[in-house]
């Protein structure tokens, strides 16, 4: 009996958490610029948790420099990007502003000969992917893309692993939920407008697209369909509230997912995301951010393969090595965090099914 073969008899795996190491004191900084998302905090904590200095840090809006200055005390405010590149002593710059921005600053990060580290969605037009590309190319930076949604999941984290051992035999088909709440009331306006936001298979769908590669270990993808809807909202008609997408991979793995804006208040927190994985011998499902009914703040894993079935609680218990991992790669001129590669091709195959997408703005309760 293979290793694999009898990976699928039992349910008895265990988490292993990442024993990162991180870098030396005062050896990596960097810079934050632009802090339309909230996901900017996150990506400056990580790197920081992963020995990184937060140097400098800069926004047209002074209130969001205040409020990340409470949180990163360390950060001293810049008055311009300029000033950001033109120190020499900063390696990185991270960046979580509007996302039609995103590629013109990475550019300019990357003339200054400093790697950059977008928020997701790093581009929202197919030219700005490829000036990216032609400039890592010339360069030889790295342009980091922070996909938070498995990233900074650490059930799926073991997911990885599950995989890797054979658990659920050879992948099938990945299955992605994305649902948000809106809150529109707090959104800015920029938020609504298909130019700077990209579309929502774009924007959200962009996570789902690059777990469906990580999990299936896949190099490339086709797009068989895709929708993005404006459901709800006429009073803003450049905005999509709903998008799904079907693609299959080169390996010939099969990926559907769904994401919208319609997460209901009763929900205890921002979105009950999923992701189930199904192999030739068993299914995973990850249950990242809350499990519905029960006192759970999510991270829960379900395992069922020949062997059985099993849930596991992940919280502390698998780490997010990707921080570590990008802050050496910066540091050693290395690729152990994700490949370029990888990042590029999810964000071409997130423009393309957005570019493909049926779409349609819903009236009086009737579609197209």
């Not at 710059?93 to 950059?116: E, M, N, Y």
């Not at 929202?124 to 890592?136: D, Y």
């Not at 849930?311 to 050693?332: I, S, T």
Request: contains cysteine; glycine residues 8%.
């Amino acid at each position: 009996m293979s290793n694999a073969t009898e990976s699928t008899q039992h349910t008895k795996f265990e988490p292993e958490h990442h024993q990162e190491t991180p870098v030396k004191e005062n050896r990596l900084f960097i810079g934050a610029f632009g802090l339309e998302h909230g996901h900017i905090y996150s990506m400056c904590k990580g790197m920081k948790e992963a020995g990184a200095t937060i140097r400098w840090v800069w926004d047209e809006d002074p209130k969001k420099i205040e409020a990340f200055q409470q949180v990163f005390p360390e950060a001293s405010q810049a008055t311009s990007l300029s000033q950001i590149l033109q120190d020499q002593s900063v390696q990185m710059v991270a960046s979580a502003a509007i996302p039609s921005t995103r590629c013109d600053i990475g550019l300019q990060v990357l003339d200054a000969d400093k790697h950059f580290f977008s928020a997701k969605a790093p581009f929202t037009t197919m030219s700005q992917l490829r000036a990216a590309e032609q400039k890592v190319k010339e360069t030889g930076l790295h342009w980091a893309v922070f996909y938070s949604e498995r990233l900074q999941v650490e059930c799926a984290g073991f997911a990885e692993q599950l995989i890797d051992k054979g658990a659920i035999g050879d992948v099938v088909q990945v299955l992605g939920m994305g649902p948000h709440r809106l809150n529109i009331d707090q959104r800015p306006e920029w938020f609504f407008w298909k130019e700077t936001y990209g579309g929502i298979v774009c924007d959200i769908g962009s996570h789902q697209i690059e777990q469906f590669l990580w999990f299936a270990k896949a190099n490339n993808a086709r797009i068989l369909s895709s929708t993005a809807i404006n459901m709800s909202h006429p009073e803003y008609p450049e905005f999509e509230d709903y998008g799904d997408a079907h693609l299959v991979a080169d390996n010939g793995a099969v990926h559907y997912f769904r994401v919208d804006w319609f997460t209901p208040d009763g929900l205890r927190n921002w979105g009950d995301g999923r992701t189930t994985i199904l192999g030739t011998d068993g299914y995973i499902e990850l249950r990242k951010y809350i499990d519905i009914t029960h006192q759970s703040e999510g991270e829960q894993l379900y395992l069922v393969n020949h062997g059985g079935e099993r849930k596991y609680g992940l919280k502390g218990k698998v780490g997010y090595p990707y921080f570590y991992r990008l802050a050496h790669d910066v540091l050693e001129n290395t690729s152990n965090a994700m490949p370029q590669n990888h990042i590029f091709k999810a964000a071409e195959l997130c423009l393309l099914a957005q570019e493909q997408a049926t779409n349609f703005q819903r009236k009086g309760g009737e579609g197209v």
